[in-house]
């Protein structure tokens, strides 16, 4: 579930950062980071040095603790289960929620491989 949820996340973020790097970076008044051909950068593209260190330390430590307090819970019946529903979309009844959770399995996998069709489209383009 932990990873359908991640794949879901870059599967909206990924075309979001090729659309929104320039606006952004206008409106902060910084370089834009995206390489030759509108290209996100990452491993297969390269571009990784115009990220700063600062953002990676960043990330790693707020993943890290994200990480650390999830294992540091009690043991939930449910996998994924923290009880964060503020728009109170999780249906009640025991159909709805079973029907919830297979959606969320599925969609899960189809945004890893959409995000698999990205990383292959920019290895090969």
Known sequence: VKHGR?????????????LLDKPIAHIFHLPAVLGHGDKVP????GGLETISPV???????VAGGLEALSMSKEARPLAGDYGFDPFGLYPEDDAGQERMQLAEIKNGRLAMMAITGFAYQELFT
């Open 6 to 18: 991640i794949a879901m996340l870059a599967a909206v973020g990924w075309p979001l950062s090729e």
């Open 42 to 45: 990452s491993l297969l593209n």
């Open 55 to 61: 953002y990676w330390v960043t990330v790693l430590a």
